[in-house]
Structure formats: C-alpha cells, structure tokens
Nanobody, 122 residues
Framework: QVQLVESVGGLVQAGGSLRLSCAAS????????MGWFRQAPGTERESVAS????????YYADSVKGRFTISRDNAKNTVYLQMNSLKPEDTAVYYC???????????????WGQGTQVTVSS
C-alpha cells in the first residue's frame, strides 16, 4: 500500500520556523516529482513548492519564495519543507504530494498525503 505520511505540524509564532517531512512507503518515488500544497479554510488547495525527481529543479509560489525551501532525500524516500519567517497567512493544512512524472510541470498528482495542520500565531 502506497502511503505519504507527513510529520506533525504544529503551532508556531510569527517569524518562527518549522520543518515538515513527508515519508513515502510502499514504493520508491525517486522517479517522481514531489510537492507541497496547502489549504486554508474557505480557500482552494494551492501549490506551495515542488521539486523534480532528481532534485535539480524547484518551484515556489510567490507567497513563500525566499522563506520556504523544499528538498528531498531519495535514499530515504522523504521530502522536506523548511519554512522560515512564518506569517499568520501561512496557516493552513499542508499536504505532501507525489506527481505522476519526473517534473511538476506534469501537474498530475498520483498520490496525496493526509495533511498536517500548521498554525502561525501573530
């Protein structure tokens, strides 16, 4: 059974940092782009960051550029999201996702994690 399991998020003060991890099991994802999405109440799920299968290409939403960093360790089948300088508007449920293809330009999500809550207090 394929699973993407995110680490527990949490509550952090504005300006603080948090690192999310997503461990994949059931198959290797070294041949898939990976990404992080988020969804705040009353909004649509949005892409936050993505990374190509080999890790050489990354994408960031404008709202997080310069503050968030996505990385992956294919040997551990794990993808990370380092979040710095957090803002209250970053509060959302964060989802890990595996794309169908090597690059996130494929846009098709093959697997989703269950989501983890991140709350940033002002």
């Amino acid at each position: 059974q394929v699973q993407l399991v995110e680490s527990v998020g949490g509550l952090v003060q504005a300006g603080g940092s948090l690192r999310l991890s997503c461990a994949a099991s059931g198959r290797t994802f070294s041949g898939n782009a990976m990404g992080w999405f988020r969804q705040a109440p009353g909004t649509e799920r949005e892409s936050v960051a993505s990374i190509s299968s080999g890790g050489g290409l990354t994408y960031y939403a404008d709202s997080v550029k310069g503050r968030f960093t996505i990385s992956r360790d294919n040997a551990k089948n794990t993808v990370y999201l380092q979040m710095n300088s957090l803002k209250p508007e970053d509060t959302a449920v964060y989802y890990c996702a595996a794309y169908r293809g090597l690059y996130s330009s494929d846009r098709t999500i093959a697997y989703w994690g269950q989501g983890t809550q991140v709350t940033v207090s002002s």
